[in-house]
């Protein structure tokens, strides 16, 4: 057996395959032509360890492998979408300062720009002028609840002296009878002295003069008695009055009582509209800067420092990379505008694909599939996260979705890669190699397996079935456990290819 060993200080294929030399030396040079008539072709190329780690020369032992069929359709990374977040702004204004670029990771709550807004001015003027109204409103309950308790208890006053008058009015009376009564005795005493004097003076017993006493005595007590029952009479007739007047200061009084007690309460209750009106305005211009997004301290301090500061701040509504910035310092911004900025958060991405309705039916979340970057030849194995229950109306396909790590940054929203996913086929287990560690030579599948000695491989020719996704089911010509290259056998292809051409040149 014959072995070529190549020492290669190269950097490129293109310097290999015209040697390492340099110059225009005869390659011939040296060589005796007849020396080789009788000599195979080499069935072997040595590595050098420079070229080994240049060209990330990677083996792998042959295994069975349990390999079901794929089919493969195109996908693109975009962002994840539930953590996607637009940036606009509520109000209008001026942009005045721009604190992050495109590009930039940002923490949630960091201050993203600054808006110079006439409105958010008026909005906090009105706010405290909403403020002043409602410091005013609170006296005002105050003094028309106190003067509602004055003219309450003027109202009972009156009552009360209207119902004493009433209350005197039966003494007189009493007076009166008593009066009366106390004089009708004396009438009767000299209705009877006058009788028995008249009989006596008929008798000639009583003297005339006595007689004629009798009779000025009677018709003293007769009057005193007419003039008792007067005085009766007009003390009654005084005590109706008296009941009369005090019935109508009473009533007055209650009617004056009742229109007091309205009046007041109308001012009573205009005065706590006018409060509620006041607190209502005060909570509906507090919202208001809320929604502009001014925070509970903020507000606190404008109610308590009473200065204008129409700087409406934006913040980061989560953690993420700035990936859009639709806004530039000087510029007015509206709340119109879909977005001013866009924050992604690029540690978990996801890979969109379009699938075939009839393809789609036997997928599932959870199964394996491959992602191939075509540009670098990078594969890496992941698992279907979502197939989406609906067709899409206009490109009459199933959407598909893949989320990945992203900790790195190496998948790019964008980025276009291919997806390899399982078909309902069943599976089978066999003998198989990677894909890439199959080169056609001369029509041959064939592969390039390490010897025993150090970096020196020897190409074999092997029979394969149809690829399944990246492997290739070996047929015959490997067994379990052999060591094959499985990346970089482009590599050794071509060495084997110019060590042949060398040999057959030499004839």
Known sequence: MKTQTIYLFCLALPVWLGGCGGGNADPHAGHDHGAHEDEAAPTEVTLSAAAMRQHEI???SVKTRTLRPTFSVPARVAFNAETVAHVGTLVKGRVSEMKVRLGD?????????TIESPELGAAQNAFLKALDAEAAAGPAVVLAQNNAGVAQATAEGKAAEAMLALANNPAA??????KLAASKPVLQRATELLASGKKLA???????????????ALQTATAEVQSAEAALAQAKAQQTRDIAAAQAAAAASAAGLKAAAAQ????????????NTAQA??????NRLTLFGMGKEAIAALAKDRALTPHYIVRAPRDGTVVEREVTLGEIA???QPHLLVLADLSRVWVLMEVPPARAEGLKAGQAVTLVNKETDYRTDAQLAYISPLVDPETRTVQARVELENASGQWRPGQFLTVQLPTGAVTRETLAVPASAVQMVDGQPTVYMLTKKKNTFKARAIAVGKPVGDWLPVLKGLAANERVVT????LLKAEFGKAGAGHDHSH
């Open 58 to 60: 990677s083996l792998g």
């Open 105 to 113: 990771t940002v923490k949630k709550d960091t201050v993203l720009f």
């Open 202 to 216: 008929a008798e000639g017993a009583l003297a005339v003069t006595e007689l004629k006493r009798r009779e000025a």
């Open 281 to 286: 305005t005060v909570a509906t211009e507090r």
């Open 264 to 275: 007041q309460a109308k001012a009573l209750g205009e005065a706590k509209s006018a409060l």
């Open 173 to 178: 009376v009493a007076q009166a009878q008593g």
């Open 487 to 490: 990346k970089g056998s482009f």
């Open 334 to 336: 509206n709340p119109s």
